[in-house]
């Protein structure tokens, strides 16, 4: 039951949920991430440490990089459950949708030069 318990609390919150189907799109650093949410660096990574403690993301270093993707399901059947459905869900959902329309704009590099 912990694990069906970590994989619900951590779909508790919109902002993950917003990560996730942000996700499903594109891999993600933590940056383009931000950038696309609007929040800070330090809350976007507590919301992606949470998301990948319940199974539901992965992560990957690519040189100074961290990359965040979708989880393949294989940490969790829950997860697993939840990432195949979740794929059908939310897509119409207004706030769902505006935001994913801004997602191929969002470029690491561009984020860096205006730091």
């Known amino acids: ?20 189907k942000i996700l499903e799109r594109r891999m993600m650093c933590v940056c383009e991430l931000q950038t696309a949410l609007g929040s800070a660096q330090s809350t976007a ?23 965040y993707t979708l989880a393949d399901g294989r940490q969790s059947p829950f997860a697993a459950s939840i ?3 979740l794929r059908h869900w939310l897509n119409d959902d207004p706030e769902v949708s505006g935001l994913l329309d801004g997602i191929d704009r969002i470029d ?3 984020i860096l030069n205006k730091n």
Request: charged residues 30%; without cysteine.
């Open 1 to 20: 039951m912990k694990e069906f318990l970590r994989v619900m609390k951590a779909l508790s919150d919109p902002t993950r949920v917003k990560m996730l």
């Open 45 to 67: 990574s507590k919301h992606l440490k949470i998301l990948e403690d319940a199974g539901l993301v992965a992560s990957y270093k690519d040189g100074l990089w961290v990359n």
């Open 83 to 85: 990432l195949g459905n």
């Open 108 to 110: 690491r590099f561009e």
